[in-house]
Antibody, heavy 126, light 107 residues
Framework: QVQLQESGPGLVKPSETLSLTCTVSGGSISSYYWSWIRQPPGKGLEWIGYIYYSGSTNYNPSLKSRVTISVDTSKNQFSLKLSSVTAADTAVYYC????????????????????WGQGTMVTVSS | DIQMTQSPSSLSASVGDRVTITCRAS??????LNWYQQKPGKAPKLLIYAASSLQSGVPSRFSGSGSGTDFTLTISSLQPEDFATYYC?????????FGPGTKVDIK
């Protein structure tokens, strides 16, 4: 059974870079799309971006200038870097898996998020 | 961007009640609509994908319907473990927006 586990610092200083890793166990990272999703305390869900095992990515336009998602297939891991963080980036960060959905002129649209990590709380504070 | 709205934002219900939650998209999304359940301190769980397909392992009291812009999630007989927040999410566009959520609590 595929499981996802987020890891990384729980506290990041303002203006620094938030770095998280998601480890995929019980299955291969190949042939799926892997996303980062976040949820500020008491608020809703926001998709950050995805990466395909081949390395192709797609990011939320509102975060695109600050986000980098990368994959390491040899370790069955993918990672998130979010630069120049502020208090508004304080949230629970989840990693999740999707299959490929429809294809548009703008790129691949991923399907439903069928497997999620447990989430990791990241607080931005000095 | 496609905007998702949900109604109601919260509701109170009793065990055994039939519960219906509505999700509306700002433009047609065909059947590219998914529903999730989230309990406090836990990750969301996929219930319904493609508007009406039940995810494996999800009880049959959950059902989804709709297409285009209007969708519903129905719980036929509410159980104690169903008290949670429910989110819809569109997978029609590359920016897969979520609805704001509907909190279902005990009456």
């Amino acid at each position: 059974q595929v499981q996802l586990q987020e890891s990384g610092p729980g506290l990041v200083k303002p203006s620094e870079t938030l770095s998280l890793t998601c480890t995929v166990s019980g299955g291969s990272i190949s042939s799926y799309y892997w996303s980062w999703i976040r949820q500020p305390p008491g608020k809703g869900l926001e998709w950050i971006g995805y990466i395909y095992y081949s390395g192709s990515t797609n990011y939320n336009p509102s975060l695109k200038s600050r986000v980098t998602i990368s994959v390491d297939t040899s370790k069955n891991q993918f990672s998130l870097k979010l630069s120049s963080v502020t208090a508004a980036d304080t949230a629970v960060y989840y990693c999740a898996r999707s299959e490929r959905g429809r294809i548009t002129i703008f790129g691949v649209v991923i399907g439903a998020f069928d497997i999620w990590g447990q989430g990791t709380m990241v607080t931005v504070s000095s | 961007d496609i905007q998702m709205t949900q109604s109601p934002s919260s509701l109170s219900a009793s065990v055994g009640d039939r519960v219906t939650i509505t999700c509306r998209a700002s433009q047609s999304i065909s059947s590219y609509l998914n529903w999730y359940q989230q309990k406090p301190g836990k990750a969301p769980k996929l219930l319904i994908y493609a508007a009406s397909s039940l995810q494996s392992g999800v009880p049959s009291r959950f059902s989804g319907s709709g297409s285009g812009t209007d969708f519903t999630l129905t719980i036929s007989s509410l159980q104690p473990e169903d008290f949670a927040t429910y989110y819809c999410q569109q997978s029609y566009s590359t920016l897969g927006t979520f609805g704001p959520g509907t909190k279902v609590d005990i009456k």
